[in-house]
């Protein structure tokens, strides 16, 4: 996790980005953080970094509300396209949140324009939902919003 900084780059289309590795379950070899998607903010700041350090330091630790929230969405969309399309025999299936885990991966921190420790929001590819992901916002160290990827970065005050 510490040498996360020296990745630090500015793109004209995604804006402020880093990766790191992490040993969070599920996710990605090299995990992105999206610090302004705005494109206006081209350095890291010491706010935005804290900010970073402060999630990367919590996040093995909110694995547990992760999958819970993870495997509630998947219950609600599996029922939901269950009754739009009578295919439920056809669904994916998994029996709790650990099983889910095999679905699912954690792609990009997003982090909001102006830095908060504890605010930010994870997207995850999912093999449930593939077009539109599955996302989790975080305030104070508690999920906020669940749904689809966008949930993961619309920042709302």
Request: with cysteine.
């Amino acid at each position: 996790m510490n040498n996360w900084k020296q990745t630090v780059r500015f793109d004209e289309t995604e804006g402020l980005m880093a990766d790191v590795p992490l040993d969070f379950v599920p996710s990605k070899p090299l995990v992105r953080l999206m610090f302004d998607l705005s494109g206006e903010v081209q350095t890291l700041t010491p706010e935005m970094a804290a900010a970073a350090e402060a999630v990367l330091q919590q996040l093995p630790g909110l694995n547990q509300s992760v999958a819970e929230a993870a495997f509630e969405h998947f219950q609600m969309m599996r029922q939901m396209c269950g009754d739009i399309y009578n295919e439920e025999d056809e669904l994916l299936t998994a029996a709790d949140a650990t099983e889910l885990q095999a679905l699912y991966q954690l792609q990009i921190i997003y982090f909001p324009e102006e830095p908060e420790i504890g605010r930010f929001g994870l997207s995850f590819a999912c093999q449930w939902e593939i077009e539109h992901g599955f996302g989790l916002q975080f305030r104070n160290w508690n999920i906020v919003e669940v749904g689809g990827e966008a949930e993961a970065f619309s920042f709302y005050d």
